[in-house]
């Protein structure tokens, strides 16, 4: 089962607008199953996920932890992506410093 991991910090008063941009599985290349987990290092970070047309999550403030979300415990957003449909995860910091956020995404296709 594929897996992205990706460690990316947000600076300060800023947004990245997909945390998972350049991933080989950014893009669905046949129908998949996609299970989330997203955390930060503190507080902060608000986060959007769309997969395809599909608004999975919308401007949630992210969980807070020192390492990458636990599967399957930390594992909260699930969608079926399409073939072709692109998952997009955006993280807004809201503070005065650069904050990490840590993503899993399982890919299970279908």
């Known amino acids: 089962m594929p897996v992205i991991m990706k460690e990316t910090t947000v600076a300060a008063n ?5 945390l998972v941009s350049g991933s080989a599985f950014e893009f669905a290349r046949q129908r998949q199953i996609v299970s989330i987990g997203v955390n930060a290092a503190a507080t902060g970070v608000l986060c959007n ?9 919308e ?10 979300p636990i599967i399957p415990d930390n594992m909260y957003f699930t969608d079926v992506m399409e073939t072709g ?26």
Do not use: H
Request: hydrophobic share 40%; glycine share 6%.
């Open 14 to 18: 800023s947004t990245n607008d997909n």
């Open 49 to 57: 996920i769309s997969s395809g047309s599909d608004v999975v999550a």
């Open 59 to 68: 401007r949630f403030s992210v969980p807070i932890a020192t390492v990458y």
């Open 85 to 110: 449909d692109r998952l997009v995860i955006t993280a807004q910091n809201t503070t005065g410093a650069g904050i990490i956020v840590r993503t899993v995404v399982q890919v299970t296709p279908v």
